[in-house]
């Protein structure tokens, strides 16, 4: 539980933001359609630090929205 209130704080959220970036960069830099792949892969972290979620929550039995993990 310990990690999902993290990753739902401000700083987790930014730190999956950061790190999906790297991915997207590492994508491009790659090319091809393995690169692509990691792309895409980068583009999850930033989706889900932006929308509030933690899409490891439920799997640690905690809530998916960042807002209930905060409370």
Same mark, same amino acid.
């Given at each position: ?10 700083? %987790? ?13 590492? &994508?491009? !830099?790659? $090319?091809? /359609? ?7 892969? %980068? ?13 490891? &929550?439920? !799997?640690? $039995?905690? /809530? ?8």
């Amino acid at each position: 539980m310990g990690l999902a209130k993290f990753m739902a704080s401000t700083a %987790g959220r930014l730190l999956r933001v950061v790190l999906g970036i790297v991915l997207v960069i590492v &994508g491009v !830099v790659v $090319g091809g /359609p393995a690169g692509w792949v990691i792309a895409i892969i %980068g583009l999850v972290p930033i989706a889900a630090g932006a929308a509030n979620v933690c899409l490891i &929550g439920p !799997v640690l $039995g905690a /809530p998916f929205k960042g807002s209930a993990l905060r409370r």
